[in-house]
Structure formats: structure tokens, C-alpha cells
T-cell receptor, first 116, second 109 residues
Framework: GAVVSQHPSWVICKSGTSVKIECRSL??????MFWYRQFPKQSLMLMAT?????????EQGVEKDKFLINHASLTLSTLTVTSAHPEDSSFYIC????????????FGPGTRLTVT | GNSVTQMEGPVTLSEEAFLTINCTYT??????LFWYVQYPGEGLQLLLK?????DKGSNKGFEATYRKETTSFHLEKGSVQVSDSAVYFC????????FGAGTRLTVKP
């Protein structure tokens, strides 16, 4: 089946630094990728939708200048958390929607970010 | 807008008990409906799906029927096992994916 990977799986950074998270579709081309944020014991919150070669569409309340998303190829999207603060600590999950034309997403295993 | 309301947990059952996790949705048009499962320490996995009204999704003994008249997609399993302990998310896809809050299920031997 389709596999989506994320790197790193966990990261600890100091407040004020930036962190980049990669999301890759390993065996299929993903025209659309989604980025979610999951707080402990809560549901996934959609942050943004990224389409290959175009600007990401952010959900209301998500700061586009803080959470930079780049979808430079059909197999890679990156999320950069800029000037991270402790409140940005969370579990970030990406998913990829293939070109097969069916309404199904494949989820990455997630990246746990801790900002100290 | 599109949204999913899911039964709050946590739910604790004994092995072989019957499971129901309620899920209702609000959406324009004709969304696809999903149940995802998240085992401890792992990412989300698709459990089952239904893409149109009256469709029944099933997998690993779990079932859910897409009921347009009641805008529901309740998850059921006749006999749960300890290995079913996980968090279950109901989700809707209508241009993008919306998730319910998740229901934590614990099955005791």
C-alpha cells in the first residue's frame, strides 16, 4: 500500500529557533498534501492544504508566516515552524492525497515537536 | 461548514463485548465518510470507509453504515478484543478532511 514518511519523528528545539519537518510520499505521487496538528488526547486540526507548485491554503487562525509550507515536488512537502515557542509544541501529522482520484488520504507517522 | 461530532470517551469494555461509537456529521453535498484508528505510538490508519449513502464499510470485524437520513456513520463491532484498544476517529472528506475528537477505547481481558 501507499506509504507516507515523516522526518524527523521527534525533535527538541530551543525557543526562537526554526524547525523543518519533511513529509514524503514514498511510492506514489501526491498532488495534494495536508498538514495537521494534534494536541494531547485531542483530535487532528487541519492547518493547511498544499498543492504541488502552488502556495498553501491555510485554515483560519493558522499563521502562514509562522508555519511555512513548501510543496516543491509531487513527493515532498515541508513544514517549517519559524521562531518556535513552547506553545508550538505538538504532534504534527502530514497526509498525502494521491492522483488516483479516490477520496483517501495516507497519513505519515507524525513528528513530535518539543520547544524548550 | 463541514464538521464531525463523535461520541466522547473514554470507553472501557470487557473482551467480547459489543462496541458502538456514535458519529454524526454536518456537510454540504455528498461527503465520503471514514473511520481511522490510532494505536498507541503509531500514526493514523484507515479502518473503513463509505463513499455514498447506504454504503457499509467493514474491516477486521468493524462495520459502519453511511446513513444520509440521520447524517450518521456509527462504528460497531460485535465482539471486541484487547488488541482493539486504540483511539478511533470518525472523519469526513468533502474537499478536505475533517476529524471528530476521537474516542479512546480500552478493552480489558
Amino acid at each position: 500500500g501507499a506509504v507516507v514518511s515523516q522526518h524527523p519523528s521527534w525533535v527538541i528545539c530551543k525557543s526562537g529557533t526554526s524547525v523543518k519537518i519533511e513529509c514524503r510520499s514514498l511510492d506514489f505521487q501526491a498532488t495534494t498534501m495536508f498538514w495537521y496538528r494534534q494536541f494531547p488526547k485531542q483530535s487532528l486540526m487541519l492547518m493547511a492544504t498544499s498543492n504541488e507548485g502552488s502556495k498553501a491554503t491555510y485554515e483560519q487562525g493558522v499563521e502562514k508566516d509562522k508555519f511555512l509550507i513548501n510543496h516543491a515536488s509531487l513527493t515532498l512537502s515541508t513544514l517549517t515552524v519559524t521562531s518556535a515557542h513552547p506553545e508550538d509544541s505538538s504532534f504534527y501529522i502530514c497526509s498525502a492525497y494521491g492522483t488516483g482520484g479516490f477520496y483517501e488520504q495516507y497519513f505519515g507517522p507524525g513528528t513530535r515537536l518539543t520547544v524548550t | 461548514g463541514n464538521s464531525v461530532t463523535q461520541m466522547e470517551g473514554p470507553v472501557t469494555l470487557s473482551e467480547e463485548a459489543f462496541l458502538t461509537i456514535n458519529c454524526t456529521y454536518t456537510a454540504t453535498g455528498y461527503p465520503s465518510l471514514f473511520w481511522y484508528v490510532q494505536y498507541p505510538g503509531e500514526g493514523l490508519q484507515l479502518l473503513l470507509k463509505a463513499t455514498k449513502a447506504d454504503d457499509k464499510g467493514s474491516n477486521k470485524g468493524f462495520e459502519a453504515t453511511y446513513r444520509k437520513e440521520t447524517t450518521s456513520f456509527h462504528l460497531e463491532k460485535g465482539s471486541v478484543q484487547v488488541s482493539d484498544s486504540a483511539v478511533y476517529f470518525c472523519a469526513l472528506f468533502n474537499n478536505d478532511m475533517r476529524f471528530g475528537a476521537g474516542t479512546r477505547l480500552t478493552v480489558k481481558p
